[in-house]
Structure formats: C-alpha cells, structure tokens
C-alpha cells in the first residue's frame, strides 16, 4: 500500500509520544484540529493535511517526533523489505546530494536484527539513484536532510519520513543539564496532570519548584503561560524532505510569534530553589536560553529551610530518585523534609511530586488524590497529585506538636511492617546495647538478619550507623526489596532517633580483588571511635568496609592483653587496628604489612590519633606472600606474636600470586611459624565458610581452637562469621 501524497489530500501520520502520554497527546491533536485519530502504545495514528501535521510540530508539547507514512506492505524477509522499499520513487522525496539515515524498530522471525533491516532499507534507496545515472546521497546518523522510519510490525514494513528529522522534545534552551534529567515533553506533561494549565489563568499565578535542578518544570510552565510554542525554540523547523509546503509552515510559525507577542503581558512568575549552586547556575542559563530570565527567579536554599511564597499556585517538583543503594538514606531523609513543607501550606494549596518511588509517598504525610503513572525514559515514575487540608494530612501529623525533628522519624507514623523491625531493634538494644555500654563498647552489631523477611547486617558506630543489605534471592522482586529497604532504614531512624543522613546503606556481597579497595561514591566524613583504650578511625560511607571488623573485636582484645614486651606481626593489616591494640598493650616493636596504600595510610592515621611512634612500630607494603617465603629462607626475622587474617582469596594485580585460603593456608601457617620465635603465639583466623583446617598444621603444632571465644555477644546469632585459633610450637609444651 502506498499512501497519498499530493498535495490537496489528507495524508496518514504516526506521532509518537512517551508511554502514558497518550491521552495527553490526543488532546493535543484535537486542539490543532486533528479529528480522525487512533491511539496506540506510545502514539497515535491520525489523518489529515500537511498543514495540521505543521502545527503539531510547531504547537506540541509532548509529541516526540510527527511522521508521513508513505508506504507500507509484506516484509517477511530481506528480499521483500527491499523490493518494497525499490517500488518507490525516492527522487520525489530527496536529491542525490542530500543526506538520509534509516531507523530501523520492530522484527520478524527472519529480520531479527534492526540494524540489518535499516541497512536493506538504505541499499534500496541508494541504488535507485546509481541505478538512474545519478550519484548515490551519503549516509548523515546525526544530521540527515532525510529521516527514514522502517517499522516491522505483524509481517508489514510501514515507511514513513520523519517531518523534522530530530526529536520534538528538544527545545534547545537546555544545553546544560543535571544527573537525572528531566525530558522537557515529560515535564509538560507532568505540569498538565498537575493542573498548571488551570491555574495560569489566576490573577498572579506562581509556580514553586523547591528542588528545581536544571529548572526543566520552571522553564516549561512558563512557557504555557506565555504562549510560546515550543517550535519556535527549536532551530530545525522542518526536514529536508522535497514534498513539504514551506510556505504552509511559514504561516504557522508566524501565527505562533503573534501568540508568543500577545502573551507578553502574562503576569506569572516561577520560583526555583535548590541546594546544588551548579544546578541552580545551569538552570539560570537555561532560563536565559528560553528568553526567560526576567520570569523565573533562582535561589540556594536547602530544603529543610524552604518555604513556598505566599500565593503560590501550584507547588511542584521531582525529587532525586535515589537510584544508587546507598542514596536511600538521604533520599529518605529528603521526602521527610519535603512532607514538612507541603503540611505547613495553607489549606486549599495544590501540590504534585513526580517520583519513582511511590511506596514512599507515605513519607510525606499527605494523602494523595490523584496519581498518574509515566515514565522518565526507561524509569517508571508516578506523579502524586495533592490537595492540602486538615483532611489530607495523616491524622497523627495535623498537629505540629506530633510532628518528628526535621530529618527524623516519627514512631508513629511507621507501618505495620516497620513497626515489626522496630520492636525487634528495641529489644536488641534493651539487651545487646545493655551489654555494649557495660562493656564500654560504642560500636557493636545491633541485628544480623534477625528476621529473613529484613536481611540487614545493622551495626552503631557511636551516634552513625552502618547497614548492609545481603542480597536477596531472585525471586524477591526489586519492588519488594526497596519496600523492605524503605521500612528498615525508617525503623532505625525512629528507633535510634537518628537523622537518615546519619546512615550509611550498602549491598553486602563477596568481594575479590582490588573490590574492597574501590571508592564509593560519596565521601562521607570520618569518625573517631573508641575500642578500649584507643582511638580508630573509620568511614561509613566512602568503601565497602568501614575500616574496622567489629567481629574482631575479641582478637584485637586478646591481643592488646598478651604483647607487653613482645615484638608483633600483623599480616594483612588492613587499617592496622590489631597493631594499635598491641603497641598501645605493650609491644616492645610491631611491623604491619598490607599490598593496599589506601590501607596502609589509614593504618599511619591510626597509630598518630594513639600517639604511637612509627619508629617503633612500621609500616611495609609488600605482598605478604613474598615477604613470608622471602624472611622464612632468609631466617633474620623473628616474632613473639603474629596475627594473621588473609582474605579469603586474592588475586592482586600488582603481584601474580593468587591466594586461595582453603588450598593455601597450610603453607601460609608453615612459613609464619618459622618466624615464631619457640614460645611464641601465631593468632590464625579466617572469613571463609565450611573452613577446614589442614590436619597436618594439627599434627606439626599445638592448636587451640579460639574461634567461641573469638566472637562476642553481638556476633552470637552468627557464630560462623569467622573461625579462629591459637597455634604455638610443640616444643612449648
């Protein structure tokens, strides 16, 4: 089937939108007088002229791209798609000296492949110039004078020409833009649900955007309000394409500037804050691209200081979508702050959230009266649409005085499944935390999976937490686990009455090579906290471990209480909080040995917070298998104490020794025991799961299996966390 194409009959289009855009879309297509349509997924079909085409083009603002079907037919396999392509005459549609591309979507059992059907539909369309004497038009991906759409769809090809060549959305004032942009179609979309288009016509109207970003929602209201069509905006107007009507599109775009003119003296305003001051600077050249500026005022406010001016039509935003694991504590702690200021509007205030976390809408504390589903490109979101008033604010917050300290929670407010989590973390810490202050620990484990519907490792580090999630199987859905994820880091807030900002959430998994040494994204600051007599330091957020094993506790214990006059080993020294214990319990001298710089500085931190001389007491990085096979032949060292603690498996770059502790330990423990000076004590201790110790270590040594006494009262749910023992020299018997 070839569709018409002269120049006084109706013409078949497609326009394609975002998903859940659709009705929007055909508003929009009626409004440009458009009456004979069909909805699709993510698009309409529709008839009519050129010129109704134009001022979709010209006037939308949600469509992504207007096309001119031309044809359509079997295609069941390459030949078919090419012969259909040759059946048409493309020197009605380009000059040879024109560029074109081809984009190609949809497939069939024998064209599975889009860019194989884009390259057939190519081939048909250049051959027939060489075919005809003329030269065959270049290939432009970016640029094109001429956009091909091929879609395979139920066995047919459907050709059609793109009638401006690039995406609609693009308006070309945001050329700057933040992390998680917002789509400029999408954000119109989300001001229409939200009901913006009514309240452009109150006396003042004012738009606040409290986590504005790059400004996209700021820039697109006012755009609405002041009548400025979106193609206007754009440089591209129309394709190179030798069947449209200039002269048509010129009218439409002249109408268009006679509309943007009559709309100057549209009294809105738009206020935008946020705490990212390069944010807020992008979006003031964003504004100033649009022909905005005088319209919009930016400014640095956080959002727990935010307050909407008096008068404000419509309070709107999208917050960050915490996409990252460990971003969900601060996200948590930003719906938290972001409820506090849609509560303290006066009632009758209309109020829209666009987020891709609707499970914690709760957070907010306002019941929601409408909700829509979109999506911001790949990402479901959902807009929460609210009206305020006594009736939508949850009962147990109408009151000011229920209301939690800002970024805090209010145990009230906790549902039913948090409720559960938390009255079990109240009994741990009647019991673990009592213990803990008895013994004059400020870090300890406060729940390890207590409850397998909340697989969390939760551990206090003074007044911060540390959390790690173990993953979880994968028939739980990414749905469930971020609601569980959501309750936990609420019951720990409401329970320690600790800010989210204050926790650190992260995957707890297996990790190999150079992985725990890998820096995290956010940097986080660096505590001191005590453990006995010293002082360590450790970061909750910036790697995967926080610089101190709270399961080692026991073992650095020990051994502060057994190196008084002792010369100490530590392998695989990580932070060197083992080395701290035994100089600060009296170590004559100590060496520390780790491959990793980051540790070993961390490790050189920790001495000079104890005031431990490093004289005394060195740091070495070097492999620790090359030194132990390196100072056994040499036979000069020799050692009262040595902790060893390898990782499960290594495979550093920096050496090519790989360990396996299972395969390996038995030599590991051969070598450090020639270094041993006859009564001495190696502290051997190991992570790995179903460990076995080699018989013939229990042959050759005397061996004490410290691993129960290893461990302590906040460890006992999980005695396995570690295994331990205390290998001497027979001859000390």
């Not at 100033?288 to 959002?303: K, M, S, V």
């Not at 990252?324 to 006066?346: I, K, M, S, T, V």
């Amino acid at each position: 089937m070839t569709y018409s194409h002269k120049p006084d009959t109706k013409r078949d289009f497609f326009v394609s939108c975002a998903k859940g855009l659709e009705p929007l879309l055909q508003d929009e297509l009626q409004a440009c007088g458009i009456s004979s349509m069909r909805q699709t997924v993510a698009g309409l079909y529709f008839s009519g002229s050129l010129e109704s085409a134009y001022r979709l083009c010209v006037f939308s603002r949600l469509a992504n791209r207007v096309i001119c079907l031309i044809a359509s037919g079997p295609a069941r396999d390459a030949d078919e798609v090419y012969q259909l392509v040759r059946s048409l005459d493309w020197r009605q549609h380009m000059r040879h000296d024109q560029t074109l591309a081809v984009r190609s979507s949809g497939t069939t059992a024998q064209l599975n492949h889009t860019r194989f059907t884009a390259q057939k539909v190519k081939d048909a369309v250049v051959d027939q110039f060489l075919e005809a004497g003329e030269p065959r038009p270049s290939v432009s991906r970016d640029e094109p004078d001429l956009l091909i759409h091929a879609v395979l769809r139920k066995g047919d090809l459907i050709l059609g020409i793109d009638l401006v060549g690039s995406s609609l959305h693009r308006r070309h004032y945001r050329q700057e833009q933040g992390v998680a942009p917002l789509k400029e179609t999408l954000a119109a979309a989300v001001l229409i649900r939200a009901g913006w288009p009514e309240r452009m016509n109150d006396p003042a109207p004012l738009l606040y955007d409290p986590l504005c970003g790059s400004g996209t929602l700021l820039i697109e209201a006012m755009l609405m309000g002041l009548d400025i069509a979106p193609g206007l905006l754009r440089e591209k107007k129309l394709s190179g394409w030798l069947q449209h009507q200039n002269e048509r599109m010129q009218a439409i775009l002249t109408e268009a500037e006679q509309r943007r003119e009559a709309g100057r003296n549209w009294p809105g305003r738009a206020l935008g804050c946020d705490i990212e001051r390069d944010s807020l600077q992008k979006a003031r050249r964003n504004a100033e691209r649009a022909g905005l500026y005088d319209q919009i005022d930016f400014e640095y406010t956080p959002l727990d200081k935010a307050r909407a001016p008096e008068g404000t039509s419509l309070l709107i935003c999208n917050p960050p979508y915490a996409e990252r694991l460990g971003d969900e504590p601060e996200a948590l702690a930003l719906y938290q702050e972001l409820g506090q200021l849609l509560r303290q509007q006066p009632p009758g205030t209309q109020a829209a959230v666009l987020t891709a976390r609707p499970e914690w809408g709760r957070l907010l504390g306002v019941h929601s009266h409408r909700q829509y589903a979109l999506f911001n490109g790949a990402i479901p979101v959902t807009l929460l649409c609210f009206q305020i008033s006594d009736e939508t604010i949850y009962r147990q917050q109408r009151s000011s005085d229920a209301l939690p300290q800002p970024g805090r929670i209010d145990p009230a407010s906790l549902d039913s499944g948090a409720r559960m989590l938390a009255n079990r973390l109240r009994k741990n810490l009647k019991n673990i935390g009592r213990w803990a202050r008895q013994q004059g620990h400020e870090c300890y484990r406060l729940y390890d999976a207590d409850m397998p519907e909340y697989a969390f490792a939760i551990d206090l580090y003074g007044s911060q937490v540390h959390m790690q999630e173990y993953r979880a199987p994968s028939t739980v859905s990414e749905e469930n686990a971020s609601l569980r994820r959501r309750q936990a880091i609420e019951a720990v807030m409401a329970v320690l009455e600790l800010p989210a900002d204050a926790i650190s959430l992260k995957m707890r998994q297996r990790q190999r090579g150079k992985d725990q040494y890998e820096s995290l994204s956010r940097d986080g600051e660096n505590l001191v906290v005590h453990e006995g007599p010293a002082r360590l330091k450790v970061n909750l957020w910036r790697y995967l471990d926080t610089g101190l094993f709270l399961d080692h506790r026991p073992t650095r214990r020990y051994i502060g209480e057994h190196a008084r006059g002792k010369r100490f080993l530590n392998l695989f020294c990580y932070t060197g909080a083992a080395t701290v214990q035994a100089a600060l319990g009296g170590a004559r001298e100590s060496l520390s040995i780790d491959l990793s710089n980051t540790y070993l500085d961390w490790a050189r931190e920790n001495l000079a917070l104890n005031d431990i001389d490093g004289k005394q007491h060195r740091l070495l990085r070097a492999d620790c298998l090359a030194y132990l096979q390196k100072a056994a032949s040499s036979g000069r060292e020799s050692f009262d104490l040595i902790f060893l603690d390898p990782p499960t498996f290594s495979n550093s770059k920096s050496t090519e020794q790989t360990l396996d502790i299972q395969r390996d330990h038995a030599e590991l423990i051969e070598q450090c025991m020639k270094l041993l000076t006859p009564e001495g004590l190696l502290i051997f201790s190991t992570n790995r799961r179903r460990f076995q110790l080699d018989e013939s270590v229990q042959k050759q040594y005397r061996t004490e299996d410290f691993s129960r006494a290893s461990i302590d009262r906040d460890f006992a749910r999980n005695p396995d966390i570690h295994q331990a023992w205390l290998i001497r020299h027979r001859t000390s018997d």
